[in-house]
């Protein structure tokens, strides 16, 4: 098993940035890539970003190029998601997950991912 907690939302206006963390634990050693995703009230999982742990290869939705920035730190066995520029449309809560084996196709669908976090709440205020 691989546990996986997610830290750094809070409530933040317009324009500002956050950096999402995600610190993983356990049997760490199965785990090859890892992902954030976020989920609007109503709305479906929405994939935001991989990235590789070995190589540090990484993925973006469109919709997040240019002010998301995923990032981990191996030694740590955390993951980051630096986000400028917040918009209210950013609003969501924001989960980390992991996964032992993704590729181009498959790191935008939640069902690749075995391990999930609990989720950390984002608000972007206008």
């Known amino acids: 098993q691989v546990q996986l907690v997610e830290s750094g939302g809070g409530l933040v206006q317009a324009g500002g940035s956050l950096r999402l963390s995600c610190a993983a634990s356990g049997r760490t050693f199965s785990t090859n890539a890892m992902g954030w995703f976020r989920q609007a009230p109503g709305k479906d999982r929405e994939f935001v970003a991989a990235?590789?742990?070995?190589?540090?290869?990484?993925y973006y939705a469109d919709s997040v190029k240019g002010r998301f920035t995923i990032s981990r730190d191996k030694p740590r066995n955390t993951m980051y998601l630096q986000i400028d520029n917040l918009k209210p449309e950013d609003t969501a809560a924001y989960y980390c997950?992991?996964?032992?084996?993704?590729?181009?196709?498959?790191?935008?669908?939640?069902?690749?991912?075995?391990?999930w976090g609990q989720g950390t709440q984002v608000t972007v205020s206008p």
């Open positions: 997950a992991a996964a032992s084996a993704l590729n181009i196709v498959t790191m935008s669908k939640p069902g690749a991912y075995q391990y």
């Open positions: 990235i590789s742990w070995g190589g540090g290869i990484t």
